[in-house]
């Protein structure tokens, strides 16, 4: 894959972030950012350099050598370590599933301070998860925007066979009910048909409702786009 060039964040370009990211998200999200350790603003020369056709290429390569058994594992030795202490800049903001069978820097044989991730399950876009993908594309400029559902999703299934559940499970499958209702005449596999339409709803849905990331999408800056993960043979498939 390329390499992102590390870009090391001054002093003052911190503090112009700071309050660059206080004006923007307002003081309880600033400290809540800053205590995660998230990244500077500063940062963001070294990802725009890949445009995002570069960092698809890169993500979908990566996929290939896991699919193959041929994973490189980059970016995880103690220099990679120390690197990311000085900031992030991640070259895609992934939002997958929760499910512990989906994790992207593995799917993608991506490592550490790669791949800005939001996970939920059913890969849904709440507030809170629209904050933080706006967050990753408009602050840390990610050039890639990927919404990634996957094969035999147990929040789609929920949904599909409206299932009883306790407690709070239910509000994930409220939200996935829209999608299940688009395509429950269709042929072919209710649940994966959902799966699809769900993917291409929640980015309908975080579009609608970013003005932020339609921006960068519209002034080409972002790339936005849908993918599904097959379980049986570990491929991703750009919708
Ligand atoms: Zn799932």
Same mark, same amino acid.
């Given at each position: 894959m390329t390499k992102p060039t590390q870009h090391i964040a001054t002093e003052n370009s911190c503090r112009a972030l700071n309050r660059r990211t206080l004006f923007k998200l307002g003081s309880g999200a600033l400290l809540a950012t800053v205590g995660q350790g998230l990244a500077p603003k500063a940062a963001k020369a070294a990802t725009s350099s890949l445009s995002p056709d570069q960092v698809l290429d890169s993500l979908m390569a990566g996929n290939q050598r896991f699919v193959t058994h041929?994973?490189?594992?980059? *970016? +995880?030795s103690m220099e990679r370590i120390s690197e990311l202490a000085k900031g992030q800049h991640p070259i895609a903001t992934i939002l997958s599933c929760?499910?512990?069978?989906?994790?992207a820097e593995l799917l993608f044989d991506m490592g550490l301070g790669d791949l800005f991730n939001v996970r939920v399950a059913g890969n849904i876009v709440t507030p809170e998860i629209l904050a933080s993908i706006e967050y990753a594309v408009e602050?840390?400029?990610?050039?890639v925007l990927m919404v990634l559902g996957h094969e035999r999703c147990g929040a789609v299934t929920a949904a599909v066979q409206q299932q009883k559940v306790p407690? *709070? +499970?239910?509000d994930f499958i409220d939200e996935i009910l829209p999608a299940v209702n688009q395509v429950?005449?269709?042929?072919?596999d209710p649940i994966d048909n959902a799966v699809r339409a769900n993917v291409d709803r929640q980015i309908q849905v975080l579009l609608k409702q970013s003005d932020l990331v339609r921006n960068r999408q519209t002034n080409g800056q972002v790339k936005v786009l849908g993918a599904r993960y097959d379980l049986d043979a570990g491929a991703v498939t750009l919708l």
């Open positions: 041929h994973e490189q594992h980059p *970016h +995880i929760a499910d512990s069978r989906v994790p602050l840390l400029e990610t050039p407690g *709070h +499970i239910s429950k005449d269709q042929p072919g």
